[in-house]
C-alpha cells in the first residue's frame, strides 16, 4: 500500500467518526430527545455536520483524491476503494462550491423544519410547517445551483436518490405502471369488500413491541447487529457496519400497521446487516441506491409478507403476542392484509395502491422544481391529485399534505425510488423462483431463510459497488421492466378478487 493509500484511509476513518456522532445525534432527535432537549441537540448536530462538511471539502481531501485519481494509483485500489475514491471525488467536486455559512444555515434549516412537520402533524396544521418548507424548497434550489449550475434541478435531485436514473424512465416506467393498474382497480372497486369489522379491538403496545421482535428475527434480522425504538414515522439508521437500527410507531388499534412497517424496515436493515464487512469505511458501504434499498424493504413487505404463505408456519405465534388474532382464521387475516381500498396514508397502503401515492408525489415534486408552485398551493394540488387518482380527499392536513416527514428534511427526489423498488422487486421474484423454486412453496415450508440467503448473496453484500441498473443487470440479466410487477399485480389480485 502506497503512502497515499495509507494517508486516505486513515482519513477515511476520521470521516467515519463524524458520521457515527451525527447519525447518533439523528438517531436521539427522531426517538429519545425531549423536548426542551432538542435546541441544544440541533446546535451539536449542526457543528458536527459542519466539520464533516470541512473534511469532506478541505484541499487536503481534494489532493488525496486527485492522486488516487492517477491510473498509477486508481488501478492499484480494490473495487470498494474505486468507487470511494470515484464517488467522492465526485462529491468533492460539488460541495467545494457550497459556502460553509450556507451549509451550516441549511442543517440547521432542515432540524428545525423537521421539528415544525412533527408538531404541525400532531396538532394537522399546515401553517406551522409551511414557512419552513418553503425554505426547504428554496434552500434546495440555492444548494443545486452551487453544485450543479446550469443542470436541471429535478434530475439532479432524483440522481442524487438513485444515481443513473433520470425522469424520462421514470415518467415511461411509473407511466406503464399506471396505465395498467388503473383498469384492475377500477374492476376491484366494483368487487365485495372483505368485512374489517372482525379487528375491531384494543392491542396492547407492549405485545405488539414484542411481536415485532419476533418478525424480524424470523425474516433474518441480526438483534445483535441492530436496535428498535419509537417514532412518529418508521425508518430505519444505520451507524457503520454491525449497527442498523429500525424504528415503528404503534396504534393501540391497528396493530397491522406495525407489523407491515416491521417487516419493511427489518428488510432495510438485513441489507445493511449483510454488506460485506471488508467495505467498512468505504462509499461502497454506504447505500444511498435507495431504489435498490426500497426493493429490498418492500420486498419483505409485500411480496413476502403479504403472501399467505409467510404466514402459515408462524399464524399460531401472531395470535399468541395478540390474543384477538386466535379468533381470526388465518384466511380472514390475509383477506385484510390484501385489502384493496383507497385511502389517504401511503405507509397504511395497501401494495396494489401504493404505486399511485408515490405518482402522485412524484407528479407535485416536478411540479415544485419545474412548474415553480410554491408551499402554500400544496395542500390544494395534494387533494386535487388525490381525487384524481385514488377519488378521495383527505379532510384534514395529516391524513393529506404533512403525512410524510421526506420533505421536511429536504429529502425531494427521494419518494420515486418507492415505486422503482416495487418495480425491481417484479424482476427480483421472477429471478428467484427460476434458481429456487415456487416462492409459495419456500414461505409455506418456514424456509424464508433461503429466500434471505439469495438476497444476501446476490444483492446485499456488494452494498452500493454497483448501481441499481447494474445490480439487475447482473442479478436478472436484463434491463429494468415493470412487465414482471404489473403480471405479479393482475395475477396475485385476480385470484384474489376472482375477477
Given at each position: 500500500m502506497t503512502d497515499t493509500q495509507n494517508k486516505f484511509k486513515e482519513y477515511l476513518n476520521k470521516l467515519a467518526q463524524y458520521e457515527q456522532v451525527i447519525a447518533l445525534l439523528q438517531w436521539d432527535l427522531k426517538t429519545a430527545a425531549p423536548e426542551?432537549?432538542?435546541?441544544?441537540?440541533?446546535?451539536?448536530?449542526?457543528?458536527?455536520?459542519?466539520?464533516?462538511?470541512r473534511l469532506m471539502t478541505a484541499e487536503e481531501f481534494g489532493s488525496l483524491l486527485k492522486a488516487l485519481s492517477a491510473p498509477e494509483e486508481f488501478d492499484s485500489l480494490n473495487d470498494a476503494m474505486k468507487i470511494t475514491v470515484t464517488r467522492y471525488f465526485r462529491d468533492y467536486q460539488k460541495s467545494k462550491n457550497?459556502?460553509?455559512?450556507?451549509?451550516?444555515?441549511?442543517v440547521n434549516a432542515s432540524a428545525h423544519?423537521?421539528?415544525?412537520?412533527e408538531a404541525a402533524k400532531r396538532a394537522s396544521d399546515y401553517s406551522i410547517f409551511l414557512p419552513h418548507l418553503q425554505k426547504m424548497i428554496d434552500m434546495t434550489k440555492q444548494k443545486i445551483a452551487f453544485t450543479d449550475p446550469g443542470k436541471e434541478i429535478y434530475d439532479v435531485l432524483l440522481d442524487t436518490y438513485e444515481e443513473g436514473m433520470d425522469s424520462a424512465t421514470i415518467d415511461?416506467?411509473?407511466?406503464?405502471?399506471?396505465?395498467?393498474?388503473?383498469?384492475?382497480?377500477q374492476k376491484i372497486k366494483s368487487a365485495p369488500e372483505p368485512d374489517s369489522s372482525i379487528f375491531n379491538a384494543h392491542y396492547d403496545i407492549d405485545s405488539q413491541k414484542h411481536l415485532q421482535d419476533f418478525l424480524l428475527s424470523y425474516i433474518g434480522f441480526s438483534h445483535k447487529s441492530g436496535n428498535t425504538a419509537e417514532s412518529e414515522h418508521p425508518f430505519t439508521l444505520s451507524l457503520g457496519l454491525g449497527d442498523s437500527r429500525v424504528t415503528n410507531h404503534y396504534s393501540l388499534n391497528d396493530p397491522i400497521s406495525a407489523i407491515f412497517s416491521a417487516i419493511h424496515e427489518g428488510g432495510h436493515a438485513i441489507f445493511e446487516q449483510n454488506i460485506n464487512p471488508s467495505f467498512e469505511k468505504t462509499a461502497a458501504a454506504s447505500v444511498n441506491l435507495l431504489g435498490l434499498h426500497e426493493s429490498q424493504s418492500r420486498f419483505y413487505e409485500n411480496i413476502l409478507g403479504r403472501n399467505i404463505h409467510f404466514w402459515e408456519p408462524i399464524y399460531e405465534k401472531l395470535g399468541e403476542f395478540l390474543p384477538k388474532f386466535k379468533e381470526i382464521s388465518l384466511e380472514d387475516f390475509c383477506r385484510e392484509i390484501n385489502h384493496v381500498k383507497c385511502s389517504f396514508?401511503?405507509?397504511?397502503?395497501?401494495?396494489?395502491?401504493?404505486?399511485f401515492h408515490i405518482i402522485l408525489r412524484y407528479e407535485i415534486e416536478k411540479a415544485i422544481f419545474r412548474e415553480g408552485v410554491t408551499a402554500d398551493k400544496l395542500p390544494e394540488l395534494w387533494n386535487q391529485k388525490m381525487e384524481e387518482m385514488l377519488g378521495i380527499v383527505p379532510s384534514n392536513d395529516a391524513e393529506g399534505i404533512l403525512?410524510?416527514?421526506?420533505?421536511?428534511?429536504?429529502?425531494?427526489?427521494?419518494?420515486p425510488t418507492y415505486l422503482l423498488g416495487t418495480i425491481y422487486d417484479g424482476m427480483f421474484l421472477e429471478?428467484?423462483?427460476?434458481?429456487?423454486?415456487?416462492?409459495?412453496?419456500?414461505?409455506?415450508?418456514?424456509?424464508?431463510?433461503?429466500?434471505?440467503?439469495w438476497l444476501n448473496e446476490?444483492?446485499?453484500q456488494y452494498g452500493s459497488l454497483y448501481t441499481s441498473k447494474e445490480v439487475i443487470q447482473r442479478v436478472c440479466s436484463r434491463e429494468i421492466s415493470a412487465e414482471p410487477i404489473i403480471r405479479y399485480f393482475k395475477e396475485k389480485y385476480s385470484k384474489i378478487y376472482n375477477l
Amino acid at each position: 500500500m502506497t503512502d497515499t493509500q495509507n494517508k486516505f484511509k486513515e482519513y477515511l476513518n476520521k470521516l467515519a467518526q463524524y458520521e457515527q456522532v451525527i447519525a447518533l445525534l439523528q438517531w436521539d432527535l427522531k426517538t429519545a430527545a425531549p423536548e426542551n432537549g432538542t435546541a441544544s441537540k440541533i446546535e451539536a448536530l449542526s457543528f458536527f455536520s459542519t466539520e464533516y462538511f470541512r473534511l469532506m471539502t478541505a484541499e487536503e481531501f481534494g489532493s488525496l483524491l486527485k492522486a488516487l485519481s492517477a491510473p498509477e494509483e486508481f488501478d492499484s485500489l480494490n473495487d470498494a476503494m474505486k468507487i470511494t475514491v470515484t464517488r467522492y471525488f465526485r462529491d468533492y467536486q460539488k460541495s467545494k462550491n457550497i459556502p460553509e455559512d450556507f451549509f451550516t444555515e441549511y442543517v440547521n434549516a432542515s432540524a428545525h423544519s423537521e421539528q415544525a412537520w412533527e408538531a404541525a402533524k400532531r396538532a394537522s396544521d399546515y401553517s406551522i410547517f409551511l414557512p419552513h418548507l418553503q425554505k426547504m424548497i428554496d434552500m434546495t434550489k440555492q444548494k443545486i445551483a452551487f453544485t450543479d449550475p446550469g443542470k436541471e434541478i429535478y434530475d439532479v435531485l432524483l440522481d442524487t436518490y438513485e444515481e443513473g436514473m433520470d425522469s424520462a424512465t421514470i415518467d415511461r416506467l411509473f407511466e406503464e405502471v399506471k396505465k395498467e393498474l388503473v383498469p384492475l382497480l377500477q374492476k376491484i372497486k366494483s368487487a365485495p369488500e372483505p368485512d374489517s369489522s372482525i379487528f375491531n379491538a384494543h392491542y396492547d403496545i407492549d405485545s405488539q413491541k414484542h411481536l415485532q421482535d419476533f418478525l424480524l428475527s424470523y425474516i433474518g434480522f441480526s438483534h445483535k447487529s441492530g436496535n428498535t425504538a419509537e417514532s412518529e414515522h418508521p425508518f430505519t439508521l444505520s451507524l457503520g457496519l454491525g449497527d442498523s437500527r429500525v424504528t415503528n410507531h404503534y396504534s393501540l388499534n391497528d396493530p397491522i400497521s406495525a407489523i407491515f412497517s416491521a417487516i419493511h424496515e427489518g428488510g432495510h436493515a438485513i441489507f445493511e446487516q449483510n454488506i460485506n464487512p471488508s467495505f467498512e469505511k468505504t462509499a461502497a458501504a454506504s447505500v444511498n441506491l435507495l431504489g435498490l434499498h426500497e426493493s429490498q424493504s418492500r420486498f419483505y413487505e409485500n411480496i413476502l409478507g403479504r403472501n399467505i404463505h409467510f404466514w402459515e408456519p408462524i399464524y399460531e405465534k401472531l395470535g399468541e403476542f395478540l390474543p384477538k388474532f386466535k379468533e381470526i382464521s388465518l384466511e380472514d387475516f390475509c383477506r385484510e392484509i390484501n385489502h384493496v381500498k383507497c385511502s389517504f396514508i401511503r405507509t397504511e397502503a395497501d401494495e396494489l395502491t401504493y404505486p399511485f401515492h408515490i405518482i402522485l408525489r412524484y407528479e407535485i415534486e416536478k411540479a415544485i422544481f419545474r412548474e415553480g408552485v410554491t408551499a402554500d398551493k400544496l395542500p390544494e394540488l395534494w387533494n386535487q391529485k388525490m381525487e384524481e387518482m385514488l377519488g378521495i380527499v383527505p379532510s384534514n392536513d395529516a391524513e393529506g399534505i404533512l403525512q410524510d416527514m421526506h420533505w421536511s428534511d429536504g429529502s425531494f427526489g427521494y419518494f420515486p425510488t418507492y415505486l422503482l423498488g416495487t418495480i425491481y422487486d417484479g424482476m427480483f421474484l421472477e429471478q428467484i423462483e427460476k434458481e429456487l423454486g415456487s416462492l409459495d412453496s419456500i414461505l409455506a415450508e418456514g424456509r424464508i431463510s433461503q429466500v434471505t440467503k439469495w438476497l444476501n448473496e446476490n444483492i446485499h453484500q456488494y452494498g452500493s459497488l454497483y448501481t441499481s441498473k447494474e445490480v439487475i443487470q447482473r442479478v436478472c440479466s436484463r434491463e429494468i421492466s415493470a412487465e414482471p410487477i404489473i403480471r405479479y399485480f393482475k395475477e396475485k389480485y385476480s385470484k384474489i378478487y376472482n375477477l
